[in-house]
């Protein structure tokens, strides 16, 4: 019997995970952080007490930012940044990076507020995210965060998926497997 | 034809204490006898002048007084580990190995070896090797091994005190079965748990003298002998002790059903159970995160465990003997390293670190005292985890300790002489002067009378007051529900529930899952559609009271 | 340790009559001590994996092979180091190593390394292994059950046969207190992994002392049993099973007598004095 779901437990939250088949040879456990008040809760607690000292926390929308939101609230910031995947009209004058995603093959935006990344410039800032995985969206914040004239203190989150957990550089709470799909005869 | 026991003395040596002490009863043929007694009260001694043991192995004692059976009368007994009591490699030849001591012919060993197996429903076992049965099956074996001699009364010393639910079960319906079938039986245990409705005749035994002779129902009437002699009741009983407090017509029961009828009758139905909301959010203070065990013969032991245990509280182990409690525990103090997963103590993984580190934080007692105990005196051995852990311990603490568990008496005894039950207590107050946060305990009850049990109770309550958190894995259910605050179940390697106790007792296809049984009082609080489960006997009475008619 | 004791199973070997199985360990105990011709001794041992094999116990041989591989290698070492000082008997094969070595007060060493040295180290190993192997091909097959009906068949007295039993019921039961005395301690904080062989070896002094009260309690108990069970050993005992040679048994020995006589001639045949 073939479970579809993947168990695990993350800072004493025991999770369900739904396996999702993403490609022919393997499937993923699709993780929601949206709606999980008590993990939120919970990891952040736990990823506070492992990151190192930052000026700011920044993450890009959307699935990290009730995590990046409660950090705050631990580490006693008055404000975090939220890199927007599409330039709003609120941006009177958008701060802009271009990233080209090889694995959807597109051209992708990550933009703040001038104000915002005034704000970053010089600082030590700390990248929050939900799942680590292929690292491409990793990659463009830290575009951002550098374009910007940050200083990149460190990277941040719940779970890291397949190779990423074996990474030097980031900090995470979990690593999450990739579930492998032996072809059926 | 009864079986007269005479005036009997008895004491080891000659200018020692008498153990038994103008002892007068009789054992009524066909019928179960039990005789109950706190620790150290001659149960044991009885045993063995009625099996002769005394005078033929025992010798240098002097017994005064005799046992009055017509001449080649036989007895046997069962004895409460049956590993050391089963010679051969399979159950026939385990069940034959008496019978071919006796001389008798291949012929009637075939004929009597068929009428046990069938007798005790055991034909399923009778091709498999004694050393892959479970251990109602091993106690089971034994008893028809026994029964198979023809013994003319066959006694059993505390037959199910190291068994799991499913094996109690099978060895009461073995005792019933023996007393249709009219076999003389002594049963000597103080737990009347499971025997209690099947025993005809109670011998209550205190300091070597018979305070009690009587029926069993005259028996659980009389509430302060029970307490004298610190035998533990079902629950059911109980019940009826606190009810009848308060009602003056209630009748004496046995089993949950008569409690139903009979209470249904007083009171007015309850409007059942209030919703509650779950409010289990305390911090783990032990995580496992997909803890897998496969031993090396295959076996999977544990198979993706995920389980936070919260700081503080008392947390039960539940699952039939197999389910992998034992392996899981293991786990957590570092004994057995997972073949995949992780355990975390605090967050941090322990698998790095070796079982005397773990055991700073996390200290496991376990089963069987024997194991435990290699001190020359109490005091010693009281001490031993904290000179292992270089934890400081004042002159002071240490007489609290003795004095409240009553050894100071006890202080440069040899802690192997102690009675089953002491030796018990003895390893686990040992961890009370331990740095660990985390205690375990594996069937702490194994050999203790309702005595110890209290005493027990009150250390647990001890730890937790002083923020431990206390792992419990027990058969004794009542009792756990009565002191766990949570609960993890197991069943065969997999986790079929963890949350609070309050969430648990609602879910009974859980328990119909296990094939363990709720506590009375449990079942009978939903049953009678009380608004909240009640967990002590006490408790339950009070709300019975109220809805009086 | 786990897989030296007997295995549980219905394999020809398991079925065959015990007292066949002891006479087959006598037999070939006394074949591979007077044979010592390499060819037959690699014929004897192919006999040896068949018959394994067709048994199912092949996993349990090869974990007897491993414990004893320490003990093969150092037989075979010491044949063949024996054999340096020396040229080969016989003529054929050939040899990779031949000099006079300067020896103490200018003396010489005569060395000889040769194919007949490996030969002879090779054939000492094997024997071991044959006479070991034979011994727990029994083991393996054979509870203690039917060991002790076996030994009363051939009319050893029944203590001895009882007590030969009795050794191989306490054998695990004692292993397993030991572990479980172990397995207590530590958790009580008693360090027995991260620490230097000293403390090591004063632990297992500290161990025993449980280990002994734990053993004599068991032997009482088991006293006590045996006298609930009105063991006597003047009574005369009856049996229960009986045991009677089937028509397995005529086939073991048969193909048992073809392989040794095989053995025998190949030894005639192909003999290189060792």
């Not at chain 1, 959807?104 to 704000?119: A, F, R, V």
């Not at chain 3, 079925?15 to 690699?42: C, E, N, W, Y």
Request: hydrophobic share 45%; glycine share 6%; charged share 20%.
């Amino acid at each position: 019997m073939e479970k579809n779901f993947y168990e695990m437990n993350i800072v004493g939250c025991i999770r369900q995970l739904p396996r999702v088949r993403v490609a022919d040879h393997f499937e993923i456990a699709s993780f929601v952080l949206l709606g999980d008040t008590e993990l939120v809760v919970k990891a952040a607690a736990a990823l506070a007490e492992k990151i190192p000292e930052v000026d700011y926390l920044i993450t890009a929308e959307a699935k990290g930012i009730p995590l990046v939101q409660e950090l705050a609230r631990i580490l006693n910031m008055k404000r975090y940044f939220v890199a927007r995947k599409s330039i709003k009209p609120y941006m009177t004058d958008p701060f802009i990076t271009e990233v080209y995603s090889i694995t959807t093959q597109k051209k992708q935006i990550l933009c703040l507020d001038k104000e915002e990344s005034n704000m970053i410039r010089g600082k030590k800032i700390l990248i929050v995210d939900d799942v680590i995985s292929t690292g491409e969206s990793l990659k463009a914040l830290e575009a951002l965060v550098t374009k910007a004239g940050g200083k990149i203190a460190g990277k941040a989150a719940i779970l890291a998926e397949g190779d990423a957990a074996h990474r030097e550089d980031i900090l995470f709470l979990e690593p999450l497997p990739l579930f492998p799909v032996t072809v059926s005869r | 034809m009864n079986y007269k026991v005479k005036d009997i003395s008895y004491r080891y040596s000659e200018d020692g204490k008498n153990v038994l002490n103008h002892v007068n009863f009789t054992i009524e043929q066909g019928k179960v006898t039990a005789i109950v007694g706190p620790s150290g009260c001659g149960k044991s001694t009885l045993i063995q002048i009625f099996s002769k043991v005394i005078p033929s192995l025992i010798m240098n004692g002097v017994l005064e007084g005799s046992f009055d059976m017509p001449e080649g009368t036989f007895v046997s007994v069962v004895s409460q580990t049956p590993e050391n009591q089963l010679f051969g490699y399979g159950v026939e030849d385990a069940i034959a190995f008496g019978m071919e001591n006796l001389g008798i012919s291949q012929e009637e060993i075939v004929e009597r070896m068929e009428y046990v197996l069938d007798l005790l429903n055991l034909q399923h076992l009778r091709n498999r090797s004694v050393a892959t049965l479970s251990g109602g099956q091993r106690q089971s074996v034994c008893i028809a091994s026994v029964l198979a001699m023809n013994p003319d009364i066959l006694i059993m010393d505390e037959p199910v005190s190291s068994l799991d639910p499913n094996g109690k079960l099978m060895v009461q319906s073995i005792l019933g079965q023996l007393r249709v079938s009219g076999t003389t039986t002594v049963l000597v245990d103080n737990n009347l748990v499971w025997s209690a409705d099947i025993v005809d005749h109670v011998i209550g035994l205190l300091d070597g003298e018979v305070v009690f002779d009587g029926t069993r129902d005259e028996f659980f009437r009389d509430f302060s002998l029970q307490k004298k002699l610190g035998v533990i009741i079902p629950q059911e009983v109980e019940i009826y002790r606190e009810l009848s407090k308060y009602f003056k017509e209630i009748d004496l029961f046995y089993t949950l059903e008569e409690a139903k009828t009979q209470i249904e009758q007083l009171i007015t139905k309850g409007s059942g159970l209030k919703s509650f909301s779950e409010s289990c959010s305390c911090a783990p203070i032990i995580t496992t995160h997909n803890l897998t065990k496969t031993f090396s013969d295959g076996f999977h032991a544990l198979m993706d465990v995920n389980a936070n245990l919260p700081v503080g509280q008392v947390i039960a182990i539940l699952g039939q003997n197999g389910s992998g409690k034992t392996t899981f525990v293991k786990h957590l103090n570092g004994l057995y390293k997972p073949t995949s997963g992780d355990v975390r103590y605090k967050g941090d993984s322990t698998l790095k670190k070796t079982v005397a580190q773990i055991s700073k934080d996390i200290i496991l007692v376990f089963q069987h005292p024997e194991h435990m105990l290699f001190e020359e005196t109490v005091e010693r051995e009281l001490t031993f985890c904290a000179r292992m852990q270089n934890v400081p311990f004042t002159e002071k603490q240490l007489e609290e300790v003795l004095n409240r568990y009553d050894l100071s008496d006890e202080r440069e005894t040899f802690p192997l002489n102690l009675s089953m039950g002491k030796k018990h207590m003895l390893t686990i107050l040992s961890v009370l002067f331990s740095s660990a946060d985390v205690i375990i305990l594996d069937e702490p009850t194994l050999g203790m009378d309702d005595f110890l049990v209290k005493d027990l109770e009150q250390m647990i309550h001890t730890l937790t007051a002083a923020g431990k958190t206390v792992v419990i894995i027990s058969h004794e259910i009542p009792l756990v529900f009565k002191l766990a605050d949570s609960a993890i179940l197991l069943n065969q390697g997999k986790k079929l529930f963890e949350g609070c106790k309050e969430e648990l007792s609602r879910k009974e296809e859980l328990f119909d899952a296990i094939h363990i049984a709720l506590p009375p009082v449990v079942a009978l609080s939903k049953s009678l559609g009380l608004e909240q489960i009640c967990y002590t006997v006490e408790e339950f009475a009070e709300k019975i009271k109220k809805l009086k008619k | 340790m786990d897989y030296l004791q007997y295995v549980d199973g219905n394999s020809l070997l398991h079925r065959l009559d015990p007292r066949t199985k002891f006479m087959f360990f006598v037999v070939m105990a006394v074949v591979t001590s007077v044979i010592k011709s390499g060819v037959a001794l690699l014929f004897l041992f192919g006999f040896f994996m068949i018959m394994w094999h067709i048994s199912h116990i092949q996993k349990y041989i090869l974990v007897l092979a491993g414990k004893l591989k320490v003990l093969l290698v150092f037989i075979f070492f010491l044949w063949l180091i024996l054999g340096l000082f020396e040229s080969p008997i016989v003529p054929y094969g050939p040899i990779f190593y031949k000099r006079l070595l300067p020896f103490i007060n200018g003396q010489e060493l005569y060395i000889c390394f040769d194919w007949y040295d490996l030969y002879k180290g090779g054939v000492y190993a094997l024997r071991i292994f044959l006479m070991i192997s034979s011994f727990y091909t029994v083991l393996l097959t054979t509870n203690f059950s039917e060991i002790i009906l076996g030994l009363r068949k051939w009319h050893i007295p029944y203590t001895v046969a009882f007590a030969i039993g009795l050794i191989f019921q306490i054998i695990p039961i004692v292993i397993s207190e030991l572990k479980a005395i172990m397995e207590a301690q530590s958790s009580r904080g008693l360090e027995i992994e991260d620490c230097g062989w000293m403390t090591k070896i004063k632990n297992y002094v500290t161990f025993s002392l449980p280990l002994l009260f734990r053993v004599i309690s068991k032997g009482q108990a088991i006293s006590l049993a045996m006298h609930y069970y009105q063991l006597d050993f003047k009574v005369h005992r009856t049996t229960y099973k009986g045991i009677k040679a089937t028509y397995y048994d005529a086939y073991f020995v048969i193909a048992n007598s073809l392989a040794i006589s095989i053995t025998i001639l190949l030894r005639i045949y192909f003999y290189i004095p060792v």
